[in-house]
């Protein structure tokens, strides 16, 4: 069996249900969930459907407020474009602006400090700045010409 252990603490994390994570009366609409949960430290992941596979790392209730504020930022930028490569190009952005590899630019992996820095990198961004077209090969950069 898989082990996660907790960020904070240090501590292995245990299987949970969405009901042990949000409560009996809010885990409807997550009823098939699996997550990885700190109790102590109020910190939790999900998983990749169908597995035990953490989303990214336990994140307690600051980290998760700062993961949905990046994803507010990032998602629009691609979510409902009818080209497929524009959560490519959106990630590979951000990658470039934070200096890691598109690999490691999985914001369920941020911590604050990341998520801070993305944050900073986002604001201001459009879609029409990331949606100019393919010139020779290569995606030109926000703010490009």
Same mark, same amino acid.
């Given at each position: ?50 597995? $035990?596979?953490? @989303?990214?790392?336990? +994140?307690?209730?600051? %980290? #998760?407020?700062?993961? !949905? ?41 941020? $911590?604050?400090? @990341?998520?801070?820095? +993305?944050?900073?990198? %986002? #604001?201001?961004?459009? !879609? ?18």
């Amino acid at each position: 069996m898989r082990q996660v252990d907790c960020p904070y603490c240090g501590k292995p994390a245990r299987r949970a249900s969405a009901a042990d994570v949000y409560g009996a009366d809010k885990s409807a609409s997550f009823s098939e969930r699996v997550f990885w949960q700190c109790q102590p430290c109020d910190a939790y992941v999900g998983t990749h459907p169908g597995t $035990d596979a953490p @989303l990214g790392t336990l +994140a307690n209730r600051g %980290l #998760r407020r700062l993961r !949905v504020q990046v994803h507010a930022l990032l998602d629009p930028l691609w979510r409902g474009s009818p080209d497929k490569r524009m959560r490519t190009v959106a990630y590979a952005f951000l990658a470039r602006r934070l200096g890691i590899t598109e690999r490691n630019c999985h914001v369920g992996l941020f $911590d604050e400090a @990341l998520c801070e820095r +993305a944050l900073s990198a %986002l #604001r201001g961004v459009t !879609v029409e700045s990331l949606s100019a077209p393919i010139d020779s090969g290569r995606t030109r950069k926000a703010g490009e010409s």
